[in-house]
């Protein structure tokens, strides 16, 4: 059974930064990519990155997060980062990670494309 379990999200102040986790279960990284999904109070859910997990080189980023978040993967831990820096408060919002077989392309986010989702974590930027 596949399951995805977001952590680290929590309160950080503007500027600040955090690192999400999403540890997956049941699942085979090995040629599948990995997308970050936020959703903000009152807004739809929007697309902030997509990393392919056998060419972590294929990614891509929502402008609104280039140059500030990275994805990463650790395959022995099954485990995949989201790394936000320079945190803003229009950040804030859930995030859910995702997962779908196959490598990132350049229109990676439409949801009804990914298969397995988790239950998201929250990130509130605040002072």
């Known amino acids: 059974q596949v399951q995805l379990v977001e952590s680290g999200g929590g309160l950080v102040r503007p500027g600040g930064s955090l690192r999400l986790s999403c540890t997956t279960y049941?699942?085979?990284?090995?040629?599948?990519?990995i997308g970050w999904f936020r959703q903000a109070p009152g807004k739809e859910r929007e697309g902030v990155s997509c990393?392919?997990?056998?060419?972590?080189?294929?990614?891509f980023y929502a402008d609104t997060v280039k140059g500030r978040f990275f994805s990463s993967i650790d395959d022995s831990r099954k485990t995949v980062y989201l790394e936000m820096n320079n945190l803003k408060s229009e950040d804030t919002a859930i995030y859910y990670c995702?997962?779908?077989?196959?490598?990132?392309?350049?229109?990676?986010?439409?949801?009804?494309?990914?298969?397995?989702w988790g239950r998201g974590t929250p990130v509130t930027v605040s002072s």
């Open positions: 049941g699942v085979n990284l090995e040629y599948s990519r």
């Open positions: 990393i392919s997990s056998h060419d972590e080189e294929v990614s």
């Open positions: 995702a997962i779908e077989s196959g490598f990132c392309r350049p229109i990676w986010d439409v949801e009804h494309e990914w298969t397995y």
